[in-house]
């Protein structure tokens, strides 16, 4: 299992941002898919799930109505789309696998890419 | 929303001892409790889910106990491998994480 996160940077508040995670070594359409991020210095924090077929999707409440993910199963890639971004956004984004099919969004995560740093800052 | 906390904040043990962290939830979650380890400039890993189940590939030295609201992790005999930081993550509801717990070596 291979999870590979792109697309991070500096990007200025209320600006928005697209981070995307390449998936390899499993049967990428089985499986939910998650973002976790870290503020610097900070624990981690849950952000998102989609489910293996993208029909269900659910956000944690600090970023409901500003985040957006997304996955293309042709293309084993899973993406958040991130707007309205603010200081408090600033974080090492990873994208993780779940153990199954994603529909539920009380689950862990048995798989971790290495991660993209966003960092909001004018 | 489900709060975790872990204790304590950090430790410093010997190379052999055993190490216990302790992670608390403020509801009952059930057995719904994965433990993650996480390096300097790495990603987490996942150690154990269900409280107890071993994640494959990780070392038999480490173990996980409890149900309701309190857990713990051991390492039975700390080797320098096992520096790093320790999270809780319950999953009884909208994942929810502890502040983690790093260990040191002495």
């Known amino acids: 299992v291979q999870l590979v996160e792109s697309g991070g940077g500096v990007v200025q508040p209320g600006r928005s941002l697209r981070v995307s995670c390449a998936a390899s070594?499993?049967?990428?359409?089985?499986?939910?898919m998650h973002w976790v991020r870290q503020a610097p210095g900070k624990g981690l924090e849950w952000v998102a799930l989609i489910s293996y077929d993208g029909t269900k999707k659910y956000y944690g409440d600090s970023v409901k109505g500003r985040f957006t993910i997304s996955r293309d199963n042709a293309k084993n890639t899973v993406y958040l789309e991130m707007n309205s971004l603010k200081t408090e956004d600033t974080a090492v984004y990873y994208c993780a696998k779940d153990p199954v099919g994603g529909v539920v969004v009380a689950t862990w995560f048995d798989k971790w890419g290495q991660g993209t740093l966003v960092t909001v800052s004018s | 929303d489900i709060q975790m906390t872990q204790s304590p904040f950090s430790l410093s043990a010997s190379v052999g001892d055993r190490v216990t962290i302790t992670c608390r939830a403020n509801?009952?979650?059930?057995?719904?409790l994965a433990w993650y380890q996480q390096k300097p400039g790495k990603a987490p890993k996942l150690l154990l889910f269900?409280?107890?189940r071993l994640e494959s590939g990780v070392p038999s030295r480490i173990s996980g106990t409890g149900s309701g609201t309190e857990f713990t992790l051991t390492i039975s005999s700390l080797q320098p491998e096992d520096c790093a930081t320790y999270y809780c993550q319950q999953y009884y509801s909208t994942p929810g994480f502890g502040q983690g717990t790093k260990v040191e070596i002495k």
């Open positions: 070594g499993f049967s990428f359409r089985s499986y939910g």
């Open positions: 509801q009952g979650i059930s057995n719904s």
């Open positions: 269900g409280a107890s």
